[in-house]
């Protein structure tokens, strides 16, 4: 069974920064791309980040030049590095991957998801 598992969240002061990992466990053969999701009270979930297996990445046009997404495929982890944090940036934040696994008789690609990390920036 595949688990992704966020951790890193927390309260921080406006102009902060936080770092977020997403480790994912289970039987994975490949992770294709992975992303990082938000979603603040009363709002929809939107795309944070995202980054390719080959390393491609793009940004929401809200947290570009202040996140960067990275990934360590030996270690089957992303991670959001939040700089320059503003209250907008205040919502609940989800890992998403896109990735082959194995259930015993069948080989199939799924999007699987964490369980979501609170991050508030407020003074």
């Known amino acids: 069974q595949v688990q992704l598992v966020e951790s890193g969240g927390g309260l921080v002061q406006p102009g902060g920064s936080l770092r977020l990992s997403c480790a994912s466990s289970?039987?994975?053969?490949?992770?294709?791309?992975m992303g990082w999701y938000r979603q603040a009270p009363g709002k929809e979930r939107e795309l944070v980040a995202h980054?390719?297996?080959?390393?491609?990445?793009n940004f929401a046009d809200s947290v570009k030049g202040r996140f960067t997404i990275s990934r360590d495929n030996d270690k089957n982890t992303v991670y959001l590095q939040m700089n320059s944090l503003k209250p907008e940036d205040t919502a609940d934040y989800y890992c998403?991957?896109?990735?082959?696994?194995?259930?015993?008789?069948?080989?199939?690609?799924?999007?699987?998801w964490g369980q979501g990390t609170q991050v508030t920036v407020s003074s």
């Open positions: 998403n991957a896109d990735l082959v696994t194995n259930s015993g008789t069948y080989v199939y690609t799924g999007s699987y």
């Open positions: 289970g039987i994975i053969l490949s992770i294709n791309a």
């Open positions: 980054i390719t297996s080959g390393g491609r990445t």
